[in-house]
């Protein structure tokens, strides 16, 4: 296993498995704009690292990532100037850009801005007992980071402005009725179920397939069925000719797990 330390932002790898944690002692794991920065900066080497097949996000302590700083958010509100423009939002979404499998592991509170970072992974689990609460309104923000995008493809419509508008918390046994989480675990358990989540999708699918049927599930939303089929049929007849194919059937006939080559796209 390799570790570093980024700031208030952890990274590890373990295996073909990357963890990123967010650990900010005494602010719950609020989130600042390093925070941000360093966030995205470290999904992008895991996408970019041919050893990393998968990676988990999550936060130490009792707290996911309760948001941004709301010390940071009032020197906003009492500054007389604007704050500059920036496109901090493909650090908040850096788990939709990534080429690799993002599973959030979402072990405690889960609000505003952590609330998006965790809709934009691929994968939820949540610690039994998590709240949740998208918070914007109550904050007299409105709905950030695209997360007007990203809430009703997961949980559609009617509940999204439900979550949005109230700001309400619920709890990670709701989100799983919602459709937001997939599993709910006991806390003890969270760590060890991402983790082993995360291992098998590195060890049984390849990272080609995983990286474009993510791309897939992005674009062809947006279509009509037809063209979705169109484009699907495209890339199917170019997945003939990859090398993933003839392993993915020579390991199914001799019962072993598959060697698939990194993916770090196609030439």
């Known amino acids: 296993m390799t570790q570093s330390d980024v700031d208030t932002v952890r990274f590890a790898v373990d295996g073909a498995v990357a963890t990123i944690t967010f650990d900010k002692p005494g602010r719950g794991n609020a989130m600042d704009p390093q925070m941000q920065v360093h966030y995205g900066d470290l999904l992008g080497k895991a996408s970019a690292d041919p050893r990393v097949r998968a990676v988990v996000v999550t936060g130490s302590g009792r707290s996911f990532c309760p948001g941004a700083d709301l010390g940071l958010l009032a020197d906003v509100s009492s500054s007389t100037t604007a704050p500059p423009e920036h496109e901090g939002f493909r650090n908040v979404l850096a788990a939709t850009y990534a080429d690799v499998p993002v599973v959030a592991a979402i072990n405690g509170g889960c609000a505003g801005l952590g609330f998006v970072i965790a809709c934009a992974a691929d994968v939820r689990f949540a610690a039994a007992g998590a709240k949740f609460t998208t918070a914007f309104a109550r904050r007299g923000l409105i709905a950030e980071y695209g997360i ?120």
């Open 148 to 267: 007007a995008k990203l809430l009703p493809e997961l949980v559609g419509r009617g509940r999204a402005l439900d979550l949005l508008l109230s700001g309400r918390t619920f709890t990670a046994e709701q989100a799983h009725e919602y459709g937001l989480v997939q599993e709910v675990v006991p806390a003890e358990e969270l760590p060890l179920r991402a983790h082993a989540y995360a291992t098998e999708l590195a060890t049984y699918s390849a990272p080609r397939s995983m990286a474009l049927m993510k791309r897939q599930v992005a674009r062809e939303a947006g279509l009509s069925l037809e063209e979705a089929a169109r484009e699907a049929t495209a890339l199917m007849l170019d997945s003939f000719g990859r090398p993933e194919l003839p392993e993915g059937l020579a390991s199914w006939e001799e019962r072993r797990a598959p060697d698939f080559p990194p993916y770090q796209g196609d030439s």
